[in-house]
């Protein structure tokens, strides 16, 4: 947590809340917000942009959790909840709306710090591996674009499978285009002419 970062901190006791701030401030000079409770937590995520959002609460809703879900923060950026004592259903809830860190036995300063760095390295990861997902779904739909296009063409012209591929990569490069594009006119001219 070595650069400046921005963040919200949800903590609805005046004292407490300066104690999180001071513990945060003793770990770089962050900008902090600190909100004195959940309410419009998705409003003010959206208007902040924060990097990183702490929330320290006894006992989250699923409300605040919903509420952190459709502001679409935990899968922006890294949301470390501190809670008093376990949920099992509110720990399922949190973790499946991507919270990075979800800390049971409350916030104490001297553990800011390495719950921060953990979550923020966990959020890094996770978005990493949805990232890769995301790349790797693409890539298949791609492939099952040029398989199409290659069968029609295979049909139309009567040649095997490696000649309508090679003159597929022929039109591409020709055209200066990507070859799922060049699939892509194929399919639709195909299935507009059945």
């Avoid at 004195?36 to 937590?41: N, V």
């Avoid at 990183?52 to 959790?65: F, G, H, Q, W």
């Avoid at 809670?83 to 916030?107: F, H, K, M, N, Q």
Wanted: proline residues 5%; aromatic residues 2%.
């Amino acid at each position: 947590m070595a650069e400046q970062l921005t963040i919200i901190v949800v903590e609805n006791d005046r004292q407490r809340a300066l104690d999180i701030v001071d513990a945060l401030r003793e770990s770089g000079d962050h900008r902090i917000l600190v909100l004195g409770d959940g309410a419009g937590l998705a409003r003010r995520v959206a208007d902040v942009r924060p990097d990183l959002v702490l929330i320290e609460i006894a006992s989250p809703s699923r409300d605040m959790l919903e509420e952190l879900a459709v502001a679409s923060g935990p899968t922006e950026r890294p949301v470390a909840i501190f809670v008093d004592r376990s949920d099992p259903g509110l720990t399922r809830a949190a973790i499946e709306v991507g919270v990075s860190a979800y800390v049971v036995d409350g916030l104490r300063p001297e553990r800011i710090r390495p719950v921060l760095d953990a979550a923020i390295a966990r959020f890094h990861m996770v978005s990493r591996m949805r990232a890769e997902l995301s790349a790797t779904k693409a890539a298949l739909e791609e492939r099952k674009l040029i398989d199409r296009a290659k069968g029609f063409i295979m049909r139309a012209k009567g040649i095997p499978e490696e000649q309508a591929y090679a003159l597929m990569r022929k039109t591409a490069m020709d055209q200066g285009k990507r070859l799922p594009d060049v699939a892509q006119a194929i399919v639709m001219a195909a299935e507009m002419l059945k």
